[in-house]
């Protein structure tokens, strides 16, 4: 049974090394280049026509578009259409990652945390910043919840401070470990399955059915968790953004 953890694994396609710094073009940067070339001539070809009668392509992405709008307006209200561009791009980023990672011989971007940290951080520090630009101090008073007695203030806000710090650590490693796990159980059954027909032969085939079958209901699970994962995170982006539009006064 071959190693599942090898998919994980980032090997340079391309060696670049400058001053010591290994700046190598990866098998994890490639996909995230195909992830962006497919979405971006996806929607240039669907929205090209501009029809009044979409065609399959331009529906869909309009219902990707009425999907992400409808989330923003469920989160942050009319205020929050600001944010479209950098939620549907996270919502695509994402999306894309956790299901082209299921093509064979493909590589899932958003099973490493690096990735998925790298994108609740921007999430993280774009609400800190764009908090602060636009309510100054008293974007902090988001850390004191109203009407809570002020003898029980020494005790709540240092809770309040910490669950928004530890926002990018719960972010990413749901994503990233949710990814992790699927791929993981996907490639262990795989993996007995040849096992049971390299041990057995022509008698392997029947043992190694089950294993498939199991397989293959995994993989429609993991389809639906790609998508939901994508939604978990674009919706609780759109959660903390919140803070930058309303604070405790």
């Known amino acids: 049974m071959s190693d599942p953890l090898h998919q994980f694994e980032i090997t340079p396609i391309i060696p670049i090394h400058i001053g010591g710094v290994d700046l190598s073009f990866t098998n994890s940067a490639l996909w995230m280049v195909i992830a962006a070339v497919t979405s971006i001539t996806f929607l240039t070809v669907a929205m090209k026509r501009k029809a009044l009668v979409p065609g399959r392509l331009q529906m869909t992405a309009e219902v990707l578009y009425g999907f992400v709008a409808n989330m923003i307006r469920d ?117 007995f399955s040849v096992a049971f027909f390299s041990a057995f032969g022509v008698g392997g085939i029947l043992m190694g059915a089950m294993p498939m079958a199991f397989n293959g209901a995994l993989f429609a699970f993991e389809l639906l968790v790609a998508f939901l994962q994508a939604y978990v995170f674009t919706v609780l982006s759109c959660i903390y953004l919140k803070d930058t539009l309303e604070v405790h006064h």
Do not use: C, D
């Not at 951080?121 to 609400?127: A, R």
């Not at 908090?131 to 005790?155: A, D, E």
């Open 75 to 191: 989160n942050l209200g009319s205020e929050g259409r600001q944010y479209f561009p950098l939620i549907f791009t996270l919502f695509m980023i994402v999306t894309l990652g956790n299901v082209m990672g299921l093509i064979p011989y493909s590589f899932t971007y958003t099973s490493h945390i690096i990735v998925t940290g790298a994108l609740a951080l921007m999430i993280f520090f774009t609400v800190v910043i764009i908090g602060i630009f636009r309510h100054g101090l008293k974007f902090f008073s988001l850390f004191v919840p109203p009407g809570v007695p002020w003898f029980l203030l020494p005790m709540i806000v240092p809770i309040e401070v910490i669950s928004f710090i530890v926002r990018p650590l719960t972010l990413s490693v749901r994503l990233f470990a949710n990814m992790m796990a699927g791929h993981l159980m996907l490639k262990v059954f795989a993996g």
